[in-house]
């Protein structure tokens, strides 16, 4: 089993929707988590990161932690095409290693 | 203007070769890393440095060598030990451990 598990997608929407990406963790130790887009061809961008539980507004982002059921999830409310991207989830333990656990991608096409 | 340079942005390998993929970073970060991108799969660490002659190795590291003799610069050697090199290959750098920041990336082919 992967420490991190992500739907690969694709996920199509249409322009304006609110879109729903999760991961899954195995790691009950994973204390830092991040949110990447990379676009075709491109190095991943931070977006954001979320320290233990809760949510963190960004914009239009919002990550949430739920470290009980160990789902994190990124929302985009009034999505864009420019938003059409693999999105990556990744964890961080809070001491020790300091490699990044990536998940293997989403990714989302938003229509014009 | 700040960032993280990766060089060159396509590279092919003959068979038995070595190659070397540069990466320069002008943010003045003490940490700095290299992961491997494969198609349809997540990230996976090669090797990390957190100071200047220092480096670890990460979960793939058979196959590969880097160096750090100088904060900007962190190079990896892809040697013909790596069985199967074509991938995706991201530098990334950083102050504290949950900010990395990735240069654009070189495409290794074996041809």
């Known amino acids: 089993q992967k420490e991190v598990e992500q739907d690969p997608g694709p996920l199509s929407v249409p322009e304006g929707a609110i879109v729903s990406l999760n991961c899954t963790y195995s790691n009950s130790a994973f204390q830092y988590f991040m949110w990447y887009r990379q676009y075709s061809r491109k190095g991943p961008e931070l977006l954001m990161y979320t320290y233990s539980s809760g949510n963190k507004e960004d914009g239009r982002f919002t990550a949430q932690v739920d470290k009980s059921s160990k789902y994190i999830s990124l929302f985009i409310r009034d999505s864009q095409p420019s938003d059409s991207a693999t999105y990556l989830c990744?964890?961080?333990?809070?001491?020790?290693?300091?490699?990044?656990?990536f998940g293997s991608g989403t990714r989302l096409q938003v229509q014009p | 203007d700040g960032g993280i340079t990766q060089s060159p942005k396509y590279l092919f390998r003959k068979e038995g070769q070595n190659v070397t993929l540069s990466c320069e970073q002008n943010l003045n970060h003490d940490a700095m890393y290299w992961y491997r991108q494969d198609p349809g799969q997540g990230l996976r660490l090669i090797y990390y440095?957190?100071?200047?002659?220092?480096?670890q190795k990460g979960d793939i590291a058979e196959g590969y060598s880097v160096s750090r003799e100088k904060k900007e610069s962190f190079p990896l050697t892809v040697t013909s030990a790596q069985k199967n090199p074509t991938a995706f290959y991201l530098c990334?750098?950083?102050?504290?451990?949950?900010?990395?920041?990735f240069g654009p990336g070189t495409r290794l082919t074996v041809l």
């Open positions: 990334a750098s950083s102050i504290v451990r949950h900010e990395q920041f």
């Open positions: 440095s957190q100071i200047v002659n220092d480096f």
């Open positions: 990744a964890t961080l333990l809070d001491t020790g290693r300091r490699a990044l656990t």
